[in-house]
Nanobody, 117 residues
Framework: QVQLVESGGGLVQPGGSLRLSCAAS????????MGWYRQAPGKQREMVAV???????NYADSVKGRFTISRDNAKNTVYLQMNSLKPEDTAVYYC???????????WGQGTQVTVSL
């Protein structure tokens, strides 16, 4: 069993900041990638940012320069620092991990981020 516990979502005004956290626990041998995805109402889930065990990162074009992903391998935790938030960033944000050697994918339960006046 693998559990992903997310925290840090909420309501923020445009231009504000939020920091999301996701802690993985359970039967985890090694985590290859950790990432954040989001899904807005009526839209497909999309990748926001991903970080590998070696620290390589990949960002959606829409968040480059505003969001920063990081991870603490000792704590099996991934973070997403979101700055200069825009109303179009409003969505449910999901944590995702891929473990090795099985390459199984696990998802968190999601945390709501709302950017509004």
């Amino acid at each position: 069993q693998v559990q992903l516990v997310e925290s840090g979502g909420g309501l923020v005004q445009p231009g504000g900041s939020l920091r999301l956290s996701c802690a993985a626990s359970g039967s985890i041998s090694s985590i290859y990638t950790m990432g954040w995805y989001r899904q807005a109402p009526g839209k497909q889930r999309e990748m926001v940012a991903v970080i590998t065990s070696g620290g390589n990162t990949n960002y959606a074009d829409s968040v480059k320069g505003r969001f920063t992903i990081s991870r603490d391998n000792a704590k099996n935790t991934v973070y997403l620092q979101m700055n200069s938030l825009k109303p179009e960033d409003t969505a449910v944000y999901y944590c995702n991990i891929i473990v090795v050697p099985s390459l199984y994918t696990y998802w968190g339960q999601g945390t709501q981020v709302t950017v509004s006046l």
